[in-house]
């Protein structure tokens, strides 16, 4: 699977903001959305660019360290796809 | 990933809130919900060795009631999802959990207060019942905890005002003149719910 991401870029607490687009391509459908981060942060190091900084701990939906707000919804845990809204952004 | 469209495009941005600062990228700042925590979310008991399973009896549906409010995890999700940016779905979770249980009963006056003023300080806004946060709940917590904090705080208030300035109990009548009528109604409904007898 391919896709465009507009991800939010800010340095640190005091610079400002923006969102920069990332593509990437050949994302198995079975990756998870931390895994797809991942794998961009992968690439990021490579090209030596600034990886993502995101926040993780047990991925699985235990622990509520993940946090993400994806296309406009907060976007959770994997452990919750039977309810709807955070069924919308699998993490 | 399945979840998504092949090619889609897909924005990713922070939790935003005046309280949860951003660190850097996607990462933000979620002391606040540890300062709230600190502020109540305890009973300043030595709970010493394991006790016997029926010392404490506590009705079922009481038992239900504070697991799934004490299921909440503070992720911030409710935060992030509400136009306020208001806390009150993380911090109704923890004071009922310990509200609904004898434990929590001796220090749940102080704690809601506390709660709730820590919470205000931090700059999380006010509820205005959109249900946003019910919604974007992952481990589902209800709305009603925050019916039920709305409740815990009220009586807290007047009882506290109670203990505080006069050493007996305030008449029906009293409390009518004191706080006016919307507080009154409030009292009522706070006898009717067992609130008044069983904790003040």
Not at chain 2, 4 to 17: H, L, N, S, Y
Not at chain 2, 80 to 101: G, I, P, T
Not at chain 2, 127 to 152: G, S
Not at chain 2, 167 to 177: A, G, K, T, Y
Request: hydrophobic content about 40%.
């Amino acid at each position: 699977m391919n896709f465009t991401l507009k991800i939010w870029r800010q340095k640190d607490a005091k610079s400002k903001g923006k969102f920069v687009k990332y593509k990437l391509s050949d994302i198995s459908s079975s990756t998870s959305f931390l895994e797809m981060l991942d794998i961009l942060n992968e690439q990021l190091i490579l090209r030596n660019e600034e990886p993502i900084a995101f926040d993780h701990d047990c991925r699985e939906g235990i622990c509520g360290m993940c946090s993400l707000y994806i296309n406009g919804r907060p976007a959770w845990s994997r452990r919750c796809h039977h309810y709807l809204p955070v069924a919308y952004a699998q993490i | 990933m399945r979840k998504f469209k092949d090619g889609a495009t897909i924005v990713v941005e922070p939790w935003r809130a005046r309280a949860f600062p951003v660190i850097k990228d996607l990462i933000v700042d979620r002391t606040a919900f540890d300062s709230i925590i600190q502020s109540g979310g305890y009973i300043s008991v030595n709970t010493g060795s394991t006790p016997d399973s029926n010392a404490t009896p506590i009705p079922k549906y009481k038992a239900d009631f504070a697991m799934d409010a004490a299921a909440c995890i503070g992720c911030g999700a409710c935060v992030a999802a509400c136009k306020n940016a208001s806390a009150m779905l993380f911090v109704s979770a923890k004071v009922s959990h310990l509200a609904l249980l004898p434990q929590g009963l001796p220090e749940a006056m102080e704690r809601v207060q506390n709660m709730v003023d820590t919470m205000d300080k931090l700059g999380f806004g006010n509820c205005t019942n959109t249900y946003a946060c019910e919604a974007e709940c992952p481990k589902l917590v209800k709305i009603t905890n925050i019916a039920r904090l709305n409740r815990e705080f009220i009586t807290a208030k007047i009882c506290a005002h109670k203990i505080q300035f006069l050493s007996r109990e305030l008449r029906p009548l009293e409390i009518f003149l004191i706080f006016g009528k919307n507080l009154f109604l409030s009292y009522l409904y706070a006898i009717q719910a067992g609130y008044w007898s069983g904790k003040c």
